[in-house]
T-cell receptor, first 116, second 114 residues
Framework: NAGVMQNPRHLVRRRGQEARLRCSPMKGHSHVYWYRQLPEEGLKFMVYLQKENIIDESGMPKERFSAEFPKEGPSILRIQQVVRGDSAAYFCASSRGDTARSYGYTFGSGTRLTVV | AQSVTQLDSQVPVFEEAPVELRCNYSSSVSVYLFWYVQYPNQGLQLLLKYLSGSTLVESINGFEAEFNKSQTSFHLRKPSVHISDTAEYFC????????????FGKGTRLHILP
């Protein structure tokens, strides 16, 4: 039973390009959470999605960032017109939903985005 | 809103010595508390959690944490560390009775000295 799968593991983009980060939750998990990790800042919550719905996007930057979790396929975090400040590790986590608060999340290994 | 404060960004400790990683939280409602561990270049793994009941919770690799409601703390301890414990440790909180996101502290990097 595969865990949370994130790809790519490493992504290099030039300033102004688009970055697409993918997350396939664990089997049976219908809730996905995206976090961004910057050095010395810990993990910052970005967005919480259920299938076809955005539940909480209070941590998403107002511009250039978007996320989706379609009925079929992985969740996608999309960053348009990337800037150097977007360089970070982006982690996805999944849960069965109502158990998240009891069991914590299962995290993927992350995508390390480098903007050059 | 909830918040988590990890007072130490880095903690050096000699192998086989005891260690305590400090965590304080603030919340206007009851919470669940977690410690996660992140080994180099990996994602986060749940180390232990406090949901209810006994205020002392333990992990399978010798760590323990105690929930102290009056001090709003959830410090992580281990009586004797091993070189393999080198990692970053994150304290986290989420609200009870809500299908809610988990909020993380900034992390404490544990350095084990030979």
């Amino acid at each position: 039973n595969a865990g949370v799968m994130q790809n790519p593991r490493h992504l290099v983009r030039r300033r102004g390009q688009e970055a697409r980060l993918r997350c396939s939750p664990m089997k049976g998990h219908s809730h996905v959470y995206w976090y961004r990790q910057l050095p010395e800042e810990g993990l910052k919550f970005m967005v919480y999605l259920q299938k076809e719905n955005i539940i909480d996007e209070s941590g998403m930057p107002k511009e250039r960032f978007s996320a989706e979790f379609p009925k079929e396929g992985p969740s996608i975090l999309r960053i348009q017109q990337v800037v150097r400040g977007d360089s970070a590790a982006y982690f996805c986590a999944s849960s069965r939903g109502d158990t998240a608060r009891s069991y914590g999340y299962t995290f993927g290994s992350g995508t390390r985005l480098t903007v050059v | 809103a909830q918040s988590v404060t990890q007072l130490d960004s880095q903690v050096p400790v000699f192998e086989e010595a005891p260690v305590e990683l400090r965590c304080n939280y603030s919340s206007s409602v009851s919470v669940y508390l977690f410690w996660y561990v992140q080994y180099p270049n990996q994602g986060l793994q749940l180390l232990l959690k406090y949901l209810s009941g006994s205020t002392l919770v333990e992990s399978i690799n010798g760590f323990e944490a105690e929930f102290n409601k009056s001090q709003t703390s959830f410090h992580l301890r281990k009586p004797s560390v091993h070189i393999s414990d080198t990692a970053e440790y994150f304290c986290a909180v989420s609200r009870r009775n809500r299908d809610d996101k988990i909020i993380f502290g900034k992390g404490t990097r544990l350095h084990i000295l030979p």
